[in-house]
């Protein structure tokens, strides 16, 4: 009996305190949600806590709890996420694909998209879910100007037969002419290479490609892309991109720059934020073009979105929504995100603030002259939404890229290949 | 029966909770074209498994399983027997090194990994080594497409290979002495005690690491994932387990995958049982 009696007297102690508990929790009315983020050399964990604080010190209603995918592809985490139904509320940086067909994102309203420059890119069936908050083009050619000067590179080259040669001369100089690298992140150490000379082969002939291979109106095989694949293959085949760089991934090719183990480093504009910072810039000028077409016309790859996106089933999806625009849209958030992560933000009347380093003010110069000149198209294999590949496609074509290169596959095979996967995506 | 169902119960639940019922809803998923971005799901039958066999991915991705689980099952078995018998011996010395053969094991694998990978790359340790012994163009370890698939079994086998050890250890501490001297009275050598003998009575211990290492290849993900996420190249290293969770979470056509799981979990199966089957008839009972 008396144990009957003791046990009933802690169940209701127990429940006493969830009740309290739930009491204290509704009583501050703090709306929570989770906000899925990533690591990279240039956005530490300490980047991503003070841009939150600046959000909730403004809206202290609403509680963060950070969530850091366990590696740069965040989408695929997400995608696993979603599986087991924990989809967190606001996301950075994830393609929507896939999760904006299933129903998995919110839209965003007109209304919520005033204040961005390109309010209508990266729509999937018309509807934008991912805030087109900032433009990164893809790539710079960022160059080692003491390694120039050693191999008797007077200037950087204004056509594609003036990088080959300032490439020739590098390696017959001793120095390895571009920085690569591979392994799982493949995608943005190789990727960007690929994406300058798919600029100046397809995009640049018709900007509206990759829309025509969704109508099944151009394809991979047709000469335009295969000529572009045949390009990143002769690189390799004459040496000037080091196949054994394949082993490395991003972080380390990052690095193998800065460390002049190579002249040239194709990569995409958030490279300044390495190049400026103190902790990292390297001990030589660094120098930029765009890579160079044929013809010597201007091409400029870019990407704008890689803004955030809300969970259409977020619990407080106001919430959730109200933290992902104020986020956007915070000054001090924009401006670290140009020296952080070298981004370009694409919201109206914003201008960088007038610290950024030297590479990112010279980058940035680059790319407004560019859109002036209409000069800018999109970057192969980093689209968003409608504008980029099937579902499962990007990670065929990465895998591509290191065929090509190691010369496993020939162009042509290559682009067989990608028109399969495509058949099979769609 | 009382007791088997107080004492067996929360066992059998946790084997239905965590192993039968997610087989089982795996089976169900490929029987579907489930897509969780492409409703709706309908019922496609065996089209998922007619659809595997003519799928290149999926026979790659069975070829490197099987080159990787033979280099896993081969080369840790053999050279974990040398060091076994080797380190059979007493005294602090042989204790020690036992522990540092097995720490690998315990490591976890994407430490491992991540080690490694910083080992092999070209710029890596073992190529500075090697250009420091002369050799100009050290092999790619992980980013030729022909070598990479090794490079991932012979990481495998370093990290597995202190559980053979140990396994053989405790195989040759259970072959009795008396044995042994008896042979040596009779003038048996050192090579033929070990043939006639102690390798008969390992058989058990042969049976376990052969088997251990065979589940353990044909399951490999974290190391490829890791290491090559399945290139360099398109799938040259891809593993079975490392395709599924690619045309799964990636692709998102987790029907397919799901079809490609149970014949993945046949496999295991066949194989494990036939290995089973044909080394338990080496075993010998004293």
């Known amino acids: 009996m008396r144990k009957l009696l003791s046990l009933g007297v802690a169940l209701v102690v127990l429940s006493a305190c969830q009740v309290n508990d739930t009491a204290g929790g509704s009583g501050q009315g703090s709306k929570e949600i989770s906000f899925l983020t990533f690591e990279t050399p240039n956005l530490g964990p300490e980047v991503w806590d003070a841009a939150i604080k600046r959000v909730t010190d403004k809206y202290p209603d609403i509680k963060v709890n950070k969530l850091v995918a366990p590696d740069q592809d965040r989408t695929a985490y997400a995608k696993q996420l979603l599986a087991s139904d924990q989809l967190p509320d606001v996301l950075v940086a994830v393609s929507p694909a896939g999760f904006a067909e299933s129903g998995a994102l919110a839209a965003w309203t007109p209304d919520e998209l005033k204040d961005f420059r390109y309010p209508h890119n990266g729509a999937i069936n018309g509807k ?299 | 029966m009382w007791a088997f169902l107080i004492f067996g119960a929360p066992g059998l639940l946790v084997y239905v909770c965590f192993v039968l019922a997610p087989i089982l809803v795996s089976v169900g998923y490929s029987l579907t074209n489930y897509n969780p971005f492409r409703p709706p799901t309908r019922f496609v039958g065996l089209r998922n498994y007619q659809l595997l066999f003519d799928d290149p991915e999926f026979w790659n991705a069975l070829r490197v399983t099987t080159t990787l689980t033979l280099i896993v099952v081969i080369v840790p078995n053999v050279l974990g027997l040398l060091i076994a018998l080797l380190l059979d011996r007493r005294g602090w010395f042989y204790n020690g090194l036992r522990s540092v053969f097995f720490v690998p094991v315990v490591l976890s694998s994407v430490v491992v990994s ?47 290979l202190g559980f053979c050890v140990v396994v053989y250890l405790a195989g040759l501490q259970g072959v009795p002495r008396d044995l042994l001297e008896a042979a040596a009275i009779d003038g048996a050598g050192p090579v033929l005690r070990f043939r006639k003998v102690t390798w008969p009575l390992l058989a058990p211990a042969l049976t376990i690491n052969t088997v251990v290492q065979l589940i353990s290849a044909f399951k490999v993900f974290d190391h490829v994932q890791v290491i090559t996420n399945g290139g360099p190249g398109e799938g040259t290293t891809a593993s079975i387990a490392f395709t599924v969770l690619r045309v799964g979470f990636t692709a998102n056509r987790q029907g397919y995958a799901s079809a490609m799981a149970i014949v993945m979990l046949l496999v295991i199966a066949l194989a494990s049982a036939l290995v089973l089957k044909f080394l338990q008839r080496r075993e010998v009972d004293l």
């Not at chain 1, 929504?321 to 986020?327: E, G, M, Q, T, V």
């Not at chain 2, 002369?134 to 990479?148: M, N, Q």
């Open chain 1, 128 to 426: 934008v879910y991912q805030l087109p908050a900032n433009t990164q083009t893809i790539p710079v050619v960022y160059y080692n100007k003491k390694l120039f000067a050693q191999a008797g590179v007077t200037a950087p080259p204004k056509t594609y037969a003036e990088l080959l040669d300032a490439s020739a001369k590098l390696k017959a100089a001793g120095i390895t002419p571009f920085v690569v690298g591979g392994g799982k992140t493949i995608h943005d150490a190789l990727g960007p290479t690929f994406a300058g000379i798919l600029g100046t082969e397809v995009y640049a002939k018709n900007p509206d490609w990759m829309a025509d291979r969704r109508k099944d109106k151009v394809k991979f095989a047709d000469k335009d892309f295969t000529r572009a694949a045949a390009k990143l293959a002769d690189l390799s085949a004459k040496g000037y991109l080091d196949k054994n760089m394949l082993s490395q991934d991003y972080a380390a090719t990052q690095n193998a720059f800065l460390t002049g183990k190579g002249a040239m480093y194709a990569m995409g504009n958030w490279f300044a934020a390495a190049a400026d910072s103190p902790k990292t810039k390297p001990d030589f000028e660094i120098g930029q073009f765009f890579w160079p077409s044929d013809d010597g016309k201007q091409v400029v790859p870019a990407f704008t979105g890689g803004g955030l996106l809300v969970s259409a089933h977020a619990k407080n999806l106001d919430a959730a929504k109200k933290f992902a625009l104020a986020y956007q849209l915070d000054k001090q958030n924009l401006d670290t995100s140009c020296t952080a992560d070298g981004l370009i933000p694409a919201i109206k009347d914003y201008t960088p603030p007038s610290d950024v380093g030297p590479v990112y003010k010279e980058g940035y110069d680059m790319f407004r002259a560019a859109e002036d000149a209409g000069a800018v198209v999109p970057a192969f294999g980093f689209e968003a939404g409608d504008d980029g590949m099937l579902v499962g496609v990007p990670e065929k074509w990465d895998a591509s890229m290191a065929d090509l290169v190691t010369g496993r596959k020939s162009p042509q095979d290559v682009a067989g290949f990608l028109d399969t996967e495509w058949e099979k995506a769609s």
């Open chain 2, 114 to 160: 991540i080690i490694w990978t910083r080992m092999m790359a070209d710029d890596g340790v073992i190529n500075q080594v090697l250009r420091g012994l002369g050799v100009a163009d050290p092999p790619g370890w992980l980013s030729d497409p022909d070598l990479a698939v090794y490079s991932i079994g012979v990481i495998l086998s370093w990290q597995t």
